[in-house]
């Protein structure tokens, strides 16, 4: 007999037919014994359509009633699932993230968790409950209701099994495990049985939206054993991450390729090139709460520079205004200039670190096909490249092959 916590994600949930298919697997799992504690999403679609609501009555919305009002979403979601248990003859048992009592900070609409109380779950599990908690929430110290961000309930999963460790934590979703790069993008990309938490790690910072960036780094934390598999698929091993640092030979240096849309690039023209520079253009940014991503300063001309960078899409237009209105005029620059229709593409894995030439063989691939570099990153196991959004798709197609992610190793 195991502990399971297994999430199910939109899709999975996204009709009362899915919900009682979740309902069928659960009890399989329940009739062979083990304990369960199953996390669900919002139904597919849900939680855009509750943002949409809350932006037709305020211009920008509050975020703390924006999270008292997203959270029903999985609110929903939890009693559905709990009544198809029933049905199945289950003794099942739903809980809001107020209710379990998983403590968060206030960050509104991106809060983390801090903790969770394990009792009333504990005595549940023992009283022979399978107990359904609602994904993507917690309450702060105050007991208001917070939201953990968009992909949340993969966090709430992975931070569960931490809390009450658990034998595996199992990601139910669409796709039947982590993939070479986004199959809706590259119809040949395959399925990694396995993947280190480091590749897996960086492919979720930089745009792999299968699993919440935070979801990875809980459980790279506290070594949750960690699995995505399909809802759809009967029996499935899905893709399993690994902790431990060597691969075999024949693995591929490179693993996946990420890709992120959610970029702008901003470049200050004309800096006055000294001493400090930097910090006065991108600490009053970081100071309002924005994150600067990749940050490019050219060499100078007659003491003069341009400096790069760039932020989440959303922050676009805030950062600009703090550069026009704060930072240009303090600093004498030229000119601030932007724009938002810029994709960011990553080629992931830990066989980088043994094998030079892959930066060479990125650029001359993605020259080839005639696209630009805009910007580029570097670390021990990734590059990652600026484009223009339009060949995003097209560079993430032409790596995929050029790489050989497509062969079977
Ligand atoms: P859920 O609603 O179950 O949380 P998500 O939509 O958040 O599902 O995540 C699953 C989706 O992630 C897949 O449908 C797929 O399009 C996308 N995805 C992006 N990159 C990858 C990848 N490398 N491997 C598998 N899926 C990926
Ligand atoms: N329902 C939330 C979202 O759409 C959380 C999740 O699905 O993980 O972002
Ligand atoms: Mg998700």
Redesign the pocket.
Same mark, same amino acid.
């Given at each position: 007999m195991a502990f399971y916590i297994q999430?199910?994600?939109?899709?999975?949930v996204g009709s009362t037919e899915r919900i009682k298919n979740v309902a069928r697997r659960v009890a399989k799992f329940h009739a062979q014994g083990h304990q369960l504690i199953i996390v669900v999403?919002a139904m597919?679609g849900e939680t855009n359509r509750l943002i949409a609501l809350a932006n037709e009555v305020q211009s920008n919305p509050d975020p703390r009633e924006l999270d008292v009002m997203v959270s029903t979403g999985e609110q929903v979601s939890v009693a559905l699932l709990s009544m198809a248990l029933m049905e199945l003859n289950i003794k099942a048992k739903s809980y809001t993230g107020a209710q379990v009592r998983i403590l968060t900070d206030s960050a509104h609409t991106k809060a983390r968790i801090l903790k969770i109380d394990e009792d009333k779950i504990r005595d549940d599990l023992k009283a022979g409950y399978v107990l359904v908690v609602a994904g993507f929430q917690g309450a702060d110290a105050a007991g208001s209701i917070t939201t953990l961000g968009r992909?949340g309930?993969?966090t709430t999963g992975v931070a569960l099994a931490a809390a009450l460790k658990a034998d595996e934590c199992q990601?139910?979703?669409?796709?039947d *495990? /982590?993939?070479?790069?986004?199959?809706?993008?590259v119809p040949e990309?395959r399925?990694m049985k396995t993947i280190t938490f480091e590749e897996i790690l960086e492919?979720a910072s930089l745009?792999?939206?299968?699993?919440?960036l935070r979801s990875v780094e809980f459980a790279g934390k506290y070594k949750v054993r960690l699995r995505?598999l399909s809802?759809f698929i009967e029996d499935g091993e899905g893709?399993l991450i690994t902790y431990e640092e060597e691969r075999g030979m024949e693995q591929a240096v490179i693993s *996946? /390729?990420?890709f992120n849309r959610d970029e702008a690039k901003i470049t200050v023209l004309g800096v006055p090139d000294h001493p400090g520079i930097a910090y006065q253009i991108v600490g009053p940014v970081a100071d309002a709460n924005i994150d600067v991503d990749m940050i490019i300063q050219n060499v100078s001309h007659d003491g003069l520079t341009d400096f790069s960078f760039t932020v989440h899409r959303g922050d676009f237009d805030n950062t600009m205004e703090i550069l026009r209105d704060k930072i240009q005029p303090h600093i004498g620059a030229r000119d601030v200039i932007g724009g938002d229709r810029i994709a960011k593409v990553s080629v992931v894995g830990v066989g980088m670190r043994s094998h030079a030439g892959i930066a060479s063989k990125m650029f001359r691939v993605l020259a080839e096909e005639g696209i630009n570099i805009q910007m580029i990153t570097t670390s021990e196991i990734k590059i990652s490249v600026v484009v223009d959004e339009k060949y995003m798709e097209l560079a993430v197609r032409v790596l995929h092959k050029a790489f050989d992610l497509d062969q079977v190793f």
């Open positions: 999430k199910y994600g939109g899709t999975s999403s597919s992909g309930s993969d990601i139910y979703t669409d796709v *495990g /982590i993939y070479t790069t986004d199959p809706r993008i990309a399925r492919m745009g792999s939206k299968v699993l919440q995505v809802s893709t *996946g /390729i990420a």
